[in-house]
């Protein structure tokens, strides 16, 4: 299964839009992850317009629409992998083990909130965080995320915009 993952899209500001290449992976998905931060409903509305299943959680900054709307948290099962899905994690020292804490059952976290591209594991279960394909931040670039599960697996890679 090929998921792609976002967060942090910060849509509509301005005359932001996700990168071509980005919305050619969104198309390409089996499933949208995207980890909160839409700010408001036209943008979550331009993502289900894409016609890819779309999973998704309420970040910070979302309006009160979209907090109505969507989970804080998500559990997404597939194939015998079960993926966590938060907007915020916490801070960086401990976050790994306080994901692992509030997602017992999870294999992996997806998160956003830092815009910061980030992977990090421990035995068999991992974070990930996609950064941001429209702010980058402190981030060397914009990015998002893809994922593959396969034989109860889910292996996780950065894809940089320019």
Do not use: K, W, Y
């Not at 900054?61 to 899905?85: C, F, I, K, W, Y």
């Not at 702010?135 to 940089?160: K, Y």
């Amino acid at each position: 299964m090929a998921l792609a993952i976002i967060a942090d899209t910060h849509m509509p500001r301005g005359s932001r839009r996700l990168p071509a290449a980005c919305v050619e992976r969104l198309r390409g998905a089996e499933v949208i992850v995207h980890a909160g931060d839409f700010i408001a409903l036209e943008a979550l509305e331009e993502f289900e317009a894409l016609g890819t299943p779309l999973v998704a959680v309420h970040g910070n900054v979302d309006a009160d629409e979209l907090v109505d709307r969507l989970p804080e948290t998500v559990e997404l099962e597939h194939q015998g992998v079960v993926l966590g899905m938060v907007h915020d994690a916490g801070p960086r020292r401990g976050r790994l083990e306080r994901m692992r804490r509030r997602f017992p059952d999870a294999d992996a976290v997806v998160f956003g909130h830092s815009h910061m591209p980030l992977h990090e594991r421990d035995g068999g279960f991992q974070i990930f965080n996609p950064g941001s394909p429209t702010e980058r931040r402190r981030a060397p670039a914009r990015s998002m995320g893809v994922a593959h599960i396969s034989d109860g697996r889910i292996t996780f890679e950065h894809v940089l915009f320019d």
